[in-house]
C-alpha cells in the first residue's frame, strides 16, 4: 500500500510539474526558466504543504484524542493567518523567513489556547465550539486587522493569499516555508511510536516509559511550527487537514501513529489534485484552491459530525 502511495504521489508530482505541456514546447530556454522560477516551486509547495497538513492534523488528532483536530478547525491556521497579515500590512515585514516566524507563533498561541479551552481529551463538542470560536474570532481579527491597515488596497491584495494559493510562489519563498516544515515533520514522524501509545491512555503510556505531557506540548509545537510556516507563504487552506488523516487510519486499521506517514502523502495528494484542477479547469479565471478543498471537505466533515453525534446517542 505504502508503494502504491509513493507511486501515485511522484506520477501526480510530474504532471503537476509538467502539466500544460504546450508552454513547454516552445523556446527552450523559455520553457526552462517557466520550469525552475515558477512550477518548481509551486510543485514543492503543493507537495510540502499537503505533506504538512496531513501529517499534523493526524498528530493533532491523536494529541487530542478527537477525530476532529486539525490546523483549520483548531483555529491554527487562522492563528498564523493574523499574526502573518499583521507582520505584513502593519509592520511592513517582506521577509519570508520572519513572515514564517510569525505565522509559527500565531499558531502555536493558537493551538495553546484550544489546549486551555477545551483540554486534551475533551470531548468532540467541546473541542468543535472550541475551534470554531477561535477561528471566527482571529477571522474578525483578520478582518480588522486588514480593514485599518495603512494601505487602502490591503483587502485587495491579500484575498487570494487568505484564500490560499501557489501562484507565483518564489524558490525563497518555498525554502522559507518548506524547510521549517520539514524539520518539525520529520520530527513528528520520530515520534510515531509514542503517539500510538499515547492513544491507549495516559496511564499505560507513562508506565511504557512515554511522558504524555511532554509529548503532547511538544507535538503541538511542532505541529505549529510546520502549519504556521506553510500558511504564512501560501495562506489558509482547509479540510486537507481533516480528511487525509480519516483515510490513513482506514489503511492502517486504526493505528494513529501509524497513520502519520500514510497521512502526509495522502496530503500532499490530495492538495495536488485539487491545484491541479484549479489550473486545468477551463473557467478562464484563477479558483482559488481553499474554495475547492472547503467544497469537497465540508461533506466530509458533516459525516464526521453526524456519525459522532450518532455514536452518542446510542
Not at 483515510?247 to 502523502?265: D, E, F, K, M
Request: proline share 5%; glycine share 10%.
Amino acid at each position: 500500500m505504502r508503494a502504491a502511495l509513493i507511486l501515485c504521489l511522484m506520477t501526480l508530482a510530474a504532471l503537476h510539474l509538467l502539466l500544460p505541456v504546450d508552454i513547454l514546447q516552445a523556446d527552450p530556454s523559455l520553457a526552462s526558466l517557466l520550469l525552475v522560477e515558477l512550477r518548481l516551486p509551486r510543485t514543492l509547495l503543493v507537495i510540502g504543504y499537503g505533506a504538512t497538513l496531513g501529517l499534523t492534523g493526524a498528530a493533532l488528532q491523536t494529541v487530542f484524542a478527537n477525530p476532529l483536530a486539525s490546523p483549520d478547525i483548531s483555529g491554527a491556521s487562522s492563528g498564523a493567518v493574523l499574526a502573518a497579515v499583521l507582520g505584513t500590512y502593519w509592520l511592513a515585514i517582506t521577509d519570508p523567513i520572519l513572515l514564517a516566524l510569525l505565522g509559527t507563533t500565531g499558531a502555536l498561541m493558537t493551538l495553546a489556547l484550544l489546549l486551555l479551552i477545551a483540554g486534551r481529551n475533551g470531548d468532540q463538542t467541546t473541542l468543535l465550539l472550541g475551534g470554531v470560536a477561535l477561528s471566527l474570532a482571529l477571522g474578525a481579527a483578520t478582518s480588522l486587522a486588514l480593514a485599518l491597515a495603512p494601505s487602502p488596497f490591503a483587502f485587495y491584495d491579500a484575498f487570494d493569499w487568505l484564500m490560499g494559493g501557489f501562484a507565483d510562489r518564489s524558490l525563497g519563498q518555498a525554502a522559507a516555508a518548506l524547510i521549517p516544515a520539514l524539520i518539525a515533520s520529520a520530527w513528528l514522524l520520530g515520534r510515531s511510536n509514542a503517539l500510538d501509545l499515547l492513544a491507549l491512555g495516559d496511564d499505560v503510556a507513562s508506565s511504557l516509559g512515554v511522558r504524555p505531557k511532554r509529548l503532547a506540548t511538544e507535538t503541538i509545537v511542532a505541529s505549529s511550527i510546520a502549519v504556521g510556516a506553510c500558511v504564512s507563504v501560501c495562506g489558509a487552506i482547509g479540510f486537507v487537514g481533516l480528511a487525509a488523516p480519516v483515510i490513513a487510519r482506514r489503511v492502517v486499521r486504526g493505528h494513529p501513529g501509524r497513520a502519520l506517514a500514510p497521512a502526509a502523502a495522502l496530503g500532499a495528494l490530495l492538495l495536488l489534485l485539487a491545484d491541479m484542477a484549479v489550473r486545468l479547469l477551463p473557467l478562464n479565471r484563477t479558483l482559488p484552491i481553499g474554495v475547492l478543498t472547503a467544497l469537497f471537505g465540508s461533506p466530509l466533515f458533516f459525516w464526521m459530525v453526524i456519525r459522532a453525534r450518532r455514536s452518542v446517542t446510542s
